[in-house]
């Protein structure tokens, strides 16, 4: 059995312009559950949660509060549906990606600061493969703990900055909808979680974005970085498979208020498996100038591994190669107090 209220987010992709961002379909409505009918616009959610944040609830704005009966507040019970299994892409399709890298524009501009041996190594660990879809773009396969390939994300980069081409639209797809398979129910997982076995005890790293797991894992290899695909891509279900581990959560900057928020429930509701959030770049923002809501994909390529310059000056635009896990627990000591005393290196 499963509660649903009476007033809830409209399932589906009907989005529209947000009354407080005025941005265009990225706001989602209330419908009233007993008569089918979308409650006036103002009571919505837009889904830019980091940057616009609004969020009208019917219930907390007490919508037709004399009209409605105490049932209406509280939860009314239905059988919950049968769930339908995940469907799964064959892994003859993912192979026939897995090349064609000097045309990959995301390997291309990872060549600008990496050596020839981490592309290979992130290469042959994450699966990354390159699409015909659109010139250049990039899949970022998920592959779940049994090897079963849930589906691929393709998007494109641009080679020169490392940054998704968002212009003349956002150039992001699926591979089963490319592929235009049939009932195909997508049921995502880390990106990443294949790497997670019983023989590597390592800690997890859950990042928002891909590109950022790839990176952070040639950069902090002391850890399973993991994807969440998203903002809201962390959740119970899918952080099961974590269970017994310890996991820290890297949210970009400016989000690390809404991830705390998202680890102490998911502490609550998986005992035995801890979740920390890193201030790894709010401690860094605070030492040099960082954008509003960058992440480690913004802030690890300044460290240059094919190059051996040292730190000057301690400026923000520095290039340094690790060549130990022990010179990067150095670095973190030195610049980000709080991650340092999370890894137990200072009292």
Not at 122 to 128: A, H, M, N, T
Not at 174 to 186: E, I
Not at 249 to 268: H, Q, R, T, V
Not at 317 to 339: A, H, M, W, Y
Request: proline share 3%; aromatic share 12%.
């Amino acid at each position: 059995m499963t509660k649903l209220y009476r007033f809830e987010l409209i399932k589906g992709k009907l989005k529209e312009t947000c009354p407080s961002c005025g941005k265009a379909r990225r706001y989602v409505r209330y419908i009233d559950k007993v008569t089918g009918k979308l409650l006036p616009y103002k009571y919505g959610r837009c889904d830019r949660e980091q940057s616009c944040t609004y969020h009208l609830n019917p219930y907390a704005d007490e919508y037709l509060k004399d009209e409605l009966q105490e049932v209406d507040f509280k939860c009314i019970t239905m059988n919950q549906p049968i769930e339908k299994p995940a469907s799964y892409i064959k892994h003859e399709v993912m192979k026939q990606t897995l090349g064609s890298y000097d045309t990959n524009n995301f390997l291309l501009w990872l060549s600008t600061f990496m050596t020839d041996k981490d592309i290979k190594q992130v290469c042959s660990q994450y699966k990354i493969g390159t699409s015909k879809h659109w010139s250049g773009s990039t899949v970022f396969w998920q592959i779940d703990n049994r090897q079963n390939v849930r589906s691929g994300k393709i998007m494109l980069f641009d080679m020169t900055n490392g940054k998704r081409v968002k212009e003349p639209f956002s150039y992001i797809n699926w591979v089963h909808k490319v592929l235009k398979l049939d009932d195909f129910n997508l049921k995502q997982c880390y990106f990443g979680e294949h790497l997670i076995n019983d023989n590597d005890e390592r800690n997890i790293a859950i990042v928002e974005s891909e590109k950022t797991a790839i990176i952070s894992s040639i950069y902090l290899s002391n850890y399973i970085w993991l994807a969440s695909g998203s903002l809201n891509g962390i959740n119970v279900e899918k952080s099961k498979i974590l269970k017994g581990r310890t996991c820290f959560l890297f949210p970009d900057l400016g989000a690390a208020k809404k991830w705390e928020e998202k680890a102490e429930i998911l502490n609550e509701l998986l005992p035995g498996t801890t979740f920390k959030v890193s201030y790894l770049l709010e401690d860094v923002s605070r030492r040099y100038e960082l954008e509003q809501g960058c992440d480690l994909a913004d802030f690890l390529p300044q460290i240059n591994r094919k190059e051996q310059n040292s730190i000057i000056n301690n400026k923000p635009k520095r290039k340094q190669s690790f060549s130990t896990i022990g010179e990067v627990l150095d670095f973190i000591q030195n610049s980000c107090p709080r991650l340092a005393k999370s890894f137990g290196l200072v009292e």
